[in-house]
């Protein structure tokens, strides 16, 4: 059983594991301490159950961050009339099922509701979210917050993004691209690029999809490409012939996602 004080648990759901960390303040990184092995979404329950069950007796809510290989996100346009949550709402459903091409009854849809410009939403399966409820109901821990890669890197970067007219913002994690064009301090046009497990994103990819969303966009569009994230090293400040490619400053410690070597190790010490 894992000790530590009250209201400082983490947890990482990515493509093909869980972590669990222990927060050691604000001043430093998390630090992994527990990981459990998935395969695919009907193994996340388990596993979640695994991991939370471990500090059922010391540990009250959970911050739970979402592999954006999950996630599903989209510009949704409110209707010209619209008046309520509701038109809002069935205005993004319509257009997830109309991107994605099937029924959104299986996500839970979450969104930036706006209804007077078009908006950002983003979808997560409800198989996963049930899990995480039923998990965290089970063990007595309320969930604090549970949002997917990109927007937990948004919220953190906003303000610092806000000084921007025009740049894009590019999250990278897990195998995953989520790339968004900022146009008047809000989020314009989003997409993602996915990569087989354990394979790298890599430059001229990122640099083909800033292309096309360039040219969807249909304006002109900025030149500065801010990453934040799991950022290999050399990608800093590299600029090519229409990109340049800087590090977001980190604002808050991140994530520290535990090494493949010390799996082995900490699942003996849990034992």
Known sequence: MWHWSRKSAQLAIERDRITLFK??????????????PI???PSVADALQSCLSSIQATTST????????????????PPAEATTRLD???SALWRFEELFGE???????????????????????????????????????GVVSC?????????????????????????????????????????????????HAGSDVDLDALTAALRALSLQAGHACASTVMLCGDVPDEWHAVQNKEYRFERVAQTAPALRLIEPATIERLREQAQ
């Open 23 to 36: 927060l050691n303040g604000k001043a430093s990184a998390p630090q992994p301490v527990r990981t459990h």
């Open 39 to 41: 395969c695919g979404l």
């Open 62 to 77: 959970v911050r739970i961050s979402v592999s954006d290989f999950y996630a599903r996100f989209w510009i949704a346009h």
């Open 88 to 90: 809002l709402s069935t």
């Open 103 to 141: 029924s959104a009854a299986t996500w839970n849809i979450q969104a930036d509701w706006k209804a007077t410009r078009p908006f950002i939403a983003c979808g997560l399966p409800r198989l996963l979210t049930d899990a995480i409820a039923a998990a965290a109901s089970a063990n007595r821990i």
């Open 147 to 195: 949002l997917p890669r990109f927007v937990a890197e948004w919220n953190d970067h906003r303000r610092q993004l806000r000084r921007c007219d025009s740049a894009w913002l590019v999250a990278l994690a897990d195998s995953t691209a989520t790339i968004a064009l900022l146009r008047r301090r809000e989020i314009d046009q989003i997409q993602q690029i996915r990569c």
